[in-house]
T-cell receptor, first 114, second 109 residues
Framework: EAGVTQSPTHLIKTRGQQATLRCSPI?????VYWYQQALGLGLQFLLW???????NRGNFPPRFSGRQFPNYSSELNVNALELEDSALYLC?????????????FGPGTRLTVT | QKEVEQNSGPLSVPEGAIASLNCTYSDQGSQSFFWYRQYSGKSPELIMF????GDKEDGRFTAQLNKASQYVSLLIRDSQPSDSATYLCAAKYGNKLVFGAGTILRVKS
């Protein structure tokens, strides 16, 4: 069974630009989660999507947004990039209806803002 | 504020010893807890989950949960150099995972 996949692996952008990150969940998983892991700050919850709807978001500004497609893949968009957005962005997926709803992570996208 | 606390380490143990990693959580609302291993530059890998008080064993790993003390631990028996990584403890609140900052484990051969 294929795991969670993410693209691109690395992304280099300039301050003020927009970045788009993509994620495909494990087959059968309907929930997709996005996390940010900045150096020295640990994993921070960004967004949760399920069945095409945003279900919850973390303490991040509105320029962090995303969507989930009918095939359950997801996209994270970061607008008006700032230097402090440089981080590893991790996508995870899980079932919504099977306890304990453990989340499995993709390999991540390393975003560098210069 | 839901928080998960871990000692950042590094925790150094000799090869073959038992490594003990600890985690406390602030909100009793969480019922499920997860341990992830993260190698440098890689994404977190799920090791174990636990949601009942007591011990849960899987190979060389044992997770322990004490809800009264709001305490979760991970024991790694017969530690190997390949176990050297950062270990992340996470508590589940609704469908969101709240992670601790992680404990760096170093197993010396």
């Amino acid at each position: 069974e294929a795991g969670v996949t993410q693209s691109p692996t690395h992304l280099i952008k300039t301050r003020g630009q927009q970045a788009t990150l993509r994620c495909s969940p494990i087959s059968g998983h309907t929930s997709v989660y996005w996390y940010q892991q900045a150096l020295g700050l640990g994993l921070q919850f960004l967004l949760w999507y399920d069945e095409g709807e945003e279900r919850n978001r973390g303490n991040f500004p509105p320029r962090f947004s995303g969507r989930q497609f009918p095939n359950y893949s997801s996209e994270l968009n970061v607008n008006a990039l700032e230097l402090e957005d440089s981080a590893l962005y991790l996508c995870a997926s899980s079932y919504l209806d099977r306890a304990p709803y453990e989340q499995y992570f993709g390999p991540g996208t390393r975003l560098t803002v210069t | 504020q839901k928080e998960v606390e871990q000692n950042s380490g590094p925790l150094s143990v000799p090869e073959g010893a038992i490594a003990s990693l600890n985690c406390t959580y602030s909100d009793q609302g969480s019922q499920s807890f997860f341990w992830y291993r993260q190698y440098s530059g890689k994404s977190p890998e799920l090791i174990m989950f636990i949601y009942s008080n007591g011990d849960k064993e899987d190979g060389r790993f044992t997770a322990q949960l004490n809800k009264a003390s709001q305490y979760v631990s991970l024991l790694i028996r017969d530690s190997q150099p390949s176990d050297s990584a950062t270990y992340l403890c996470a508590a589940k609140y609704g469908n969101k995972l709240v992670f601790g900052a992680g404990t760096i484990l170093r197993v010396k051969s």
